[in-house]
């Protein structure tokens, strides 16, 4: 009898239960997030409407997306073959350096699933960002020749993970044994490390830049955010007050308005004082505390095509009395201006041949002939994200603003893993234009009509 084998999508679930479960252990005050998450989830149901528009609530309640830190580009090539075991491909790049005014000195990207059917089953993403030692505007060249020594002398994922990992990609899954094996060994490498933190080599680090310090001066990583999805997020900041957990400053992303939901919202309690060991300049070992990690949460709305994405680039930060003035106020809206990305289905008992439209997609939608149901936003914001980590550090670190920027691109970054990056608006844009193939043959439409 064979051996039963645990498919890819089942390894990736499996995997982001178990490092939910460890990260509650681990911040206690996660646990609570995740209640009032659920609480509100709930609350947000008994009001009805169309509170699972943009999702089921068994998959809203199941999203998680996570984040680490690496800080070479073999370290993230390693990340991304253990990602590419579970069905997580590279998706973006976020270059996180200009997207605030503290030193945030990480490019990134996030490895998510890229099929519908596949986010369906479990939509876990990790937000992966890499450390930049060569960028002269953080880093003098001391600084970074021992930074890069200190990476080099490091392992973040055990040879047997990683061989795991490559089989696992390459038969779409493991077998039971192997399956437990790989997901034990996944879990502690982003677990946090119980070794001594050497306090003068943080220190240096940290007068830099607190993130900086955090991914270079340990000799691991660990799951810096572990964020569940909320539907709505004004009523969890407020909820999650009122049980004296402090939140950072304010909500990231578009502002709450009369409007459809669109692309992501954001906010954490502020990073937690935790114990941590420190080897001291006289080798002694002590106890003291560090802040790295905190508890962030999301809103999801509808992906915006580029002329969507280029309007709310230009609104970031405006109120909602500029946004109902400016922004498309509807679902159709959006769907007509291709500002957004929709899933289109067609209505086959819908009017018969003599009704049926000449005048494009908004004669399709209005006739009836054609449905559209929003395609969530899978994917991350620089702004939002650098938001998140500025509201979390206890000072803005340094920055040579006279030296120039080292150059990263996702071409680069695709050269680092080994692998594809994809471009998010084209993975929506797939989607979307499927959907209006198969309801154009459907309805026995032109292919020149939408």
Do not use: C
Not at 115 to 138: G, I
């Amino acid at each position: 009898m064979e051996a039963r084998v645990i498919p890819t999508w089942q390894l990736r679930a499996a995997f982001a239960r178990r490092l939910s479960d460890m990260y509650g252990t681990e911040v206690p005050a996660y646990t609570t997030l995740l209640e009032v998450a659920g609480e509100v989830n709930d609350d947000v149901l008994k009001r009805g409407g169309d509170a699972e528009r943009l999702g089921s609530i068994e998959r809203v309640t199941a999203e998680r997306h996570g984040a680490i830190r690496v800080g070479t580009p073999a370290e993230l090539r390693a990340a991304a073959q253990i990602f590419a075991a579970l069905g997580m491909h590279a998706v973006g790049f976020y270059d996180l350096r200009d997207a605030a005014s503290s030193a945030v000195p990480v490019v990134s990207t996030a490895f998510r699933p890229i099929e519908a059917e596949e986010l369906d089953r479990n939509p876990f993403r990790v937000f992966t960002s890499m450390l930049t030692p060569a960028d002269r505007r953080f880093f003098d060249a001391s600084l970074q020749k021992r930074l890069e020594a200190f990476l080099a002398r490091r392992t973040l994922f055990p040879p047997e993970l990683l061989g795991l990992a490559v089989r696992a990609e390459a038969e779409a899954g493991l077998s039971e044994a192997d399956a437990e094996r790989f997901l034990t060994l996944a879990v502690a490498a982003f677990e946090l490390s119980p070794e001594p933190v050497d306090r003068a080599w943080y220190a240096e680090l940290e007068r830099v830049s607190a993130i900086a310090a955090d991914i270079g001066g340990v000799s691991s990583t660990h799951i810096n955010h572990l964020t569940p999805r909320v539907l709505d997020i004004d009523e969890l900041y407020r909820r999650m007050e009122d049980r004296g957990i402090t939140m950072i400053d304010r909500i990231q992303g578009p502002p709450r308005w009369s409007g459809p939901d669109v692309l992501l919202r954001q906010t954490s309690f502020r990073a937690l004082a935790e114990p941590r060991r420190f080897r001291e300049p006289d080798g002694n070992v002590t106890t003291g505390s560090l802040r790295v990690r905190f508890g962030e949460v999301e809103a999801r709305g509808i992906a915006l095509t580029l002329s969507g994405r280029a309007l709310y680039d230009e609104l970031v930060g405006e109120p909602a009395e500029v946004w109902q003035a400016r922004f498309p106020r509807t679902e159709r809206q959006l769907a007509v201006g291709d500002q957004a990305f929709f899933m289109y289905e067609p209505v086959l008992d819908g009017p018969g041949e003599s009704l049926r439209p000449a005048d494009g997609l908004a004669g399709l939608l209005d006739s009836g002939l054609l449905t559209a149901t929003p395609i969530v936003y899978e994917d991350f914001l620089p702004r939002s994200a650098a938001g998140i980590f500025q509201s979390n550090l206890n000072d803005a670190g340094t920055r040579d603003t006279t030296r120039a920027g080292t150059h990263y691109d996702a071409h680069w970054l695709s050269e680092a893993i080994g692998r594809p990056v994809h471009d998010s608006f084209d993975l929506y844009a797939v989607q979307q234009n499927r959907s209006l193939e198969r309801a154009r043959l459907a309805l026995g439409i032109p292919k020149e009509t939408p």
